[in-house]
């Protein structure tokens, strides 16, 4: 990865679906594909920037939630198209987080199908189908997810 700024999606997810080395073994031989930032027993929480909502993964200490949480993201050009992405991602959630089946993106019956810089995150998901099976039809994904700067 180059220039540290990324879009995309906050997944949910059962934890039996986090197989052993998950990160490392999906980012292996990635260009433009991240995953990272997993939170085994985690929960989804909203972070307001600049007036722009972005999901962020959490821990919880003190349960077990049995459910991991992680970001599946896509390299963008630059700081300006990142945050028109994420402002464009708000304005389709009507200012709210957008929560939808995996299945959903995957099937392209998903309002976010219609971003074109979100189109290899479908590759991500199927990657990550072969590592660990049931995934798309079991995972949640929150939009957007944002890194602006390195991971």
């Given amino acids: 990865m180059t220039n540290g700024l990324y879009v995309g999606f906050r ?10 080395n998950f990160i490392r073994r999906f ?6 594909l991240q995953v990272s930032d997993l939170y085994k027993d ?10 722009m909502l972005i999901a962020r993964g959490q821990k919880i200490d ?11 993201l896509v ?3 630059d700081y300006n198209e990142l945050e028109r992405l994420v402002k464009i991602i708000n304005v389709l959630g009507n200012d709210r987080l957008i929560r939808e089946r995996v299945y959903s993106f995957i099937g392209g ?8 810089q979100l189109a290899p995150l479908k ?12 995934f798309i039809k ?7 997810e944002a890194i602006f700067g390195q991971i």
């Fill in 62 to 72: 003190k349960s077990d939630t049995g459910l991991a949480n992680f970001a599946a």
């Fill in 11 to 20: 997944v949910e997810v059962t934890n039996k679906y986090i197989v052993r």
């Fill in 75 to 77: 390299e963008v050009g």
């Fill in 42 to 51: 985690g929960k989804i929480a909203i972070e307001k920037t600049d007036h």
């Fill in 123 to 134: 590759d991500a998901f199927v990657k990550i189908e072969r590592l660990a099976p049931g």
């Fill in 27 to 32: 980012n292996s031989g990635q260009k433009t």
């Fill in 109 to 116: 019956k998903s309002i976010l199908n219609a971003i074109p």
């Fill in 138 to 144: 079991a995972g949640w994904y929150y939009a957007p």
